[in-house]
């Protein structure tokens, strides 16, 4: 935690500034980054499986699938 800092009043207070820097990514704990990579993972195995499905049935259409794919 950084260091306060204090700012003394001309009347009768004190008022105690904590400056601090959150940067949610970085605060992350397991859960929330197990969670995190599961989604991406989750959308890549989706797109993949598209892919493949698209080309089956390209294959199965007689169209062959060019070299380039």
């Known amino acids: 935690m950084p260091d306060p800092t204090t700012v003394e009043c ?4 004190t008022v105690t500034v904590v400056h601090e820097l ?4 970085l605060q992350l704990d397991a859960e929330g980054a197990i969670q995190i ?7 890549w195995a989706a797109g993949w499986a598209c892919r ?18």
């Open 52 to 69: 493949t499905l698209i080309r089956h049935l390209k294959t199965v259409d007689g169209n062959q699938p060019s070299e380039s794919d």
């Open 10 to 13: 001309s009347s009768a207070c």
């Open 22 to 25: 959150s940067l949610p990514p």
């Open 37 to 43: 990579s599961s989604a991406i993972l989750l959308v």
